[in-house]
């Protein structure tokens, strides 16, 4: 499982930070779960990142695109690599299912307004906060 630091100091006196966990470890992701959690990961920005977020819209890199069809292969378990044309293919499937729609750019998609929603409702982020005398404070958005 891989877990995400982001720091953030709201309390002066505290040493506070985000986690963020995977949305979904069970067997079965699916492919746009596993997108919007590495568009919400600033390490994953070379690879594929927001046009505009607000709007659900995304594009992969064109230098990049293969390590995001690699990690998606690793994440979904296959032992032969998955490659951008067949990640592809996933992502035309979604488009008849309206939950990804392709945008009249190269390597640009769209999450539809209702998947949007529930990627972000269902954002798994856990906030941590260390106050002075070595109590830690968990708190969750779940």
Same mark, same amino acid.
């Given at each position: 499982m891989v877990w995400h630091h982001s720091p953030i100091n709201p309390l002066p006196h505290c040493i506070c930070s985000i986690i $963020?966990?995977?949305l979904f470890t069970g067997k079965r992701v699916r492919l746009f779960h596993f997108l919007f959690e590495l568009l919400e990961d600033p390490t994953m920005a070379h690879c594929v990142?927001?046009?505009?977020s607000c709007i659900g819209v995304f594009r992969f890199s064109s230098t990049n &695109?293969? %390590?995001v069809a690699a990690l998606w292969g690793q994440r979904k378990g296959n &032992? /032969?690599?998955?490659t951008y044309q067949k990640m592809s293919r996933a992502l035309r499937n979604y488009a /008849?299912?309206?939950e990804i729609l392709k945008v009249k750019k190269k390597? $640009?998609?769209r999450f539809s %307004?209702? $998947?949007l929603l529930l990627l972000q409702k269902t954002e798994n982020v856990i906030f941590v906060i260390i106050m002075p005398a070595n109590v830690t404070y968990v708190f969750c958005n779940t």
């Amino acid at each position: 499982m891989v877990w995400h630091h982001s720091p953030i100091n709201p309390l002066p006196h505290c040493i506070c930070s985000i986690i $963020t966990k995977p949305l979904f470890t069970g067997k079965r992701v699916r492919l746009f779960h596993f997108l919007f959690e590495l568009l919400e990961d600033p390490t994953m920005a070379h690879c594929v990142s927001w046009v505009p977020s607000c709007i659900g819209v995304f594009r992969f890199s064109s230098t990049n &695109k293969d %390590q995001v069809a690699a990690l998606w292969g690793q994440r979904k378990g296959n &032992k /032969r690599p998955m490659t951008y044309q067949k990640m592809s293919r996933a992502l035309r499937n979604y488009a /008849r299912s309206g939950e990804i729609l392709k945008v009249k750019k190269k390597l $640009t998609y769209r999450f539809s %307004q209702d $998947t949007l929603l529930l990627l972000q409702k269902t954002e798994n982020v856990i906030f941590v906060i260390i106050m002075p005398a070595n109590v830690t404070y968990v708190f969750c958005n779940t």
